[in-house]
């Protein structure tokens, strides 16, 4: 069975710890998971990802967390080919901050822009974690667990 690749950034561990629950949720259906830190994952492993739900919470002004500036300097840039590759993202924020989960929508869209496929529309959680669970099992569902 194809892996389900769970990556995440994270500032405060809001958005590490859902990863966490992601992670569980996929595996007590038997998934094959792989959780790993944004900036851990390189452009060349990422390119052979199928399988790929991004959990991600925004800093300073829309920004992706520390834990992902490198990964995100990175792919900004590069010219490399996600269209392997099947995602969704799960955006952490609040909605008092001007540019409202900016770092989600900026992966989401670079994704999509290297030719991966989008298959469950981004879910956006404002202050907290609401409907993670949904977005969770729709996209498991989705990738064709
Ligand atoms: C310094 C700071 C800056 C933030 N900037 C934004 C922002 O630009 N956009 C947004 O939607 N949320 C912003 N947030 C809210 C966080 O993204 C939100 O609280 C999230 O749940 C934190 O997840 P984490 O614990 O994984 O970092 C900011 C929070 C802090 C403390």
Not at 16 to 40: F, P, Q, R
Not at 50 to 59: C, F, H, L
Not at 75 to 96: P, Q, T
Request: hydrophobic residues 40%.
């Amino acid at each position: 069975m194809t892996k389900l690749n769970i990556i995440y950034a994270s500032e405060m561990g809001t958005a590490m710890a859902l990863a966490e629950d992601v992670e569980v949720t996929a595996k007590n259906k038997g998934i094959d998971t792989e959780l790993s830190e944004m900036d851990d994952v390189s452009l060349e492993s990422l390119q052979d990802m199928e399988r790929v739900m991004v959990v991600i919470s925004s800093t300073g002004d829309g920004d992706v967390p520390m834990m992902g500036e490198e990964f995100w300097t990175a792919i900004e840039k590069a010219d490399i080919d996600l269209s392997k590759m099947n995602y969704s993202v799960c955006a952490l924020g609040n909605k008092m901050y001007f540019n409202f989960c900016g770092a989600g929508k900026k992966i989401d869209k670079r994704f999509s822009e290297l030719g991966a496929t989008c298959v469950v529309n981004r879910h956006e959680c404002d202050d907290g974690i609401d409907g993670w669970d949904v977005w969770a099992e729709e996209v498991i569902s989705a990738l064709g667990y």
